[in-house]
């Protein structure tokens, strides 16, 4: 759910570039958890794809043009783990048949082939078709069943 709510926040700020928006203007539109989406802006603060302006009046924005925010960087960021089965953590494995099972190698190529396809995208690319923009512009703007 953290990268979830990270991608659709920097969605967001990408599609409105020149608003600020609040956490909880933002968790009310997707109709998200408020809480939750405060953790996850603070790892994308911390991160660098995002800036925080406090006091009266402040808000969130991208910290850089949507461009050149790569989104295999976001998943990397905001994922704490990418160890599909036990064996990938080599400190907690526990694995009875690690030495002689044929798993780790079709995941680890498998999750580099993920992240591999996630690098050729930015988060610009999310938001360039025009008709799909409109859409989500349009949903985003309607308020949640209460």
């Known amino acids: 759910m953290h990268t979830d709510?990270?991608?659709?926040l920097l969605m967001m700020l990408a599609m409105e570039p020149d608003d600020l928006h609040t956490v909880e203007e933002v968790a009310r539109r997707y109709d998200i958890s408020r809480n939750h989406l405060t953790k996850v802006t603070q790892t994308l603060v911390q991160a660098g794809f995002v800036e925080s302006q406090r006091g009266r009046g402040?808000?969130?924005r991208l910290a850089r043009q949507a461009e050149a925010i790569n989104l295999g960087a976001v998943v990397r960021a905001t994922e704490d783990s990418f160890d599909l089965v036990e064996c990938f953590d080599a400190a907690r494995n526990m694995c009875v048949i690690t030495s002689a099972c044929g798993l780790r190698g079709p995941l680890d190529e498998a999750l580099r082939a993920f992240l591999a396809v996630l690098d050729r995208y930015s988060l610009a690319?999310?938001?360039s078709h025009p008709r799909a923009l409109?859409?989500?512009?349009?949903?985003?703007a309607e308020t949640p069943a209460a």
């Open 134 to 140: 409109q859409r989500m512009r349009r949903l985003l």
């Open 5 to 8: 709510y990270a991608l659709r």
């Open 125 to 127: 690319d999310l938001i």
């Open 58 to 60: 402040g808000g969130l």
